[in-house]
Nanobody, 125 residues
Framework: QVQLVESGGGLVQAGGSLRLSCTAS????????MGWFRQAPGKEREFVAA????????YYADSVKGRFTISRDNAKNTVYLQMNSLKPEDTGVYYC??????????????????WGQGTQVTVSS
């Protein structure tokens, strides 16, 4: 059983920053890649960022490259998403997820098997 809990969301002005955290409980956290997704009202869930199990490889959606940074601390069973230069279009519910061990892609929702409850991020203009 894997449980993921996100925190750090909130209301921020455009141009500001937030850092999201996702803490995991369960077996063998450090053996799995992790990802962040987001979903705005009326839109499909979209990929934001992912990180390999060791932290040595990272992946980003084009829309957030240069602004967001994903990282992890396996000793703390935690993955982070540092979000800088936030825009109103970044508004949505942000979810962390554990990547399926054998999936070849990092970019689709179906590549992940456990999901957190989500944390709301609202960027005002």
């Amino acid at each position: 059983q894997v449980q993921l809990v996100e925190s750090g969301g909130g209301l921020v002005q455009a141009g500001g920053s937030l850092r999201l955290s996702c803490t995991a409980s369960g077996r063998t956290f450090s053996n799995y890649a992790m990802g962040w997704f987001r979903q705005a009202p009326g839109k499909e869930r979209e990929f934001v960022a992912a990180i390999s199990w060791s932290g040595g490889s990272t992946y980003y959606a084009d829309s957030v490259k240069g602004r967001f940074t994903i990282s992890r601390d396996n000793a703390k069973n935690t993955v982070y998403l540092q979000m800088n230069s936030l825009k109103p279009e970044d508004t949505g519910v942000y979810y962390c997820a554990r990547k399926r061990y054998y999936s070849s892609s990092y970019y689709g929702s179906r590549d992940y098997d456990y999901w957190g409850q989500g944390t709301q991020v609202t960027v005002s203009s």
